[in-house]
């Protein structure tokens, strides 16, 4: 289980450093629209989306390792 949890890791460690890159990505497309409404709107509800796959990666990641713990009793 130990190789498993490590995986895990680097999946979660990938996925929210991918997520984190994207935010920053959005936020400089917004800056390079501000003139145009709609595609501003467009932007931001990228942002929106992407902040909240950054947040449910980071329950994931707590439930999985929180799971780890009570089952493995580390």
Same mark, same amino acid.
């Given at each position: 289980m130990a190789e498993y949890r490590i @995986? #895990? !890791?680097?999946? !979660? %460690? *990938? =996925?929210a450093l991918t997520s984190v890159l994207t *935010?920053? #990505?959005?936020?400089i497309r917004l =800056?390079? @629209? !501000?003139?145009?409404? $709609?595609? &501003? $709107?467009? @932007?931001? &509800? %990228?942002? #929106?989306?992407? !902040?909240?796959?950054t947040a449910l990666l980071g329950g994931a990641t707590l439930l999985l390792t929180l799971l780890y713990s009570i089952v493995f009793l580390d």
């Open positions: @995986v #895990l !890791a680097y999946i !979660a %460690g *990938f =996925g *935010f920053i #990505l959005h936020f =800056g390079a @629209v !501000a003139d145009n409404p $709609q595609e &501003r $709107q467009k @932007v931001i &509800r %990228g942002m #929106l989306i992407s !902040a909240i796959c």
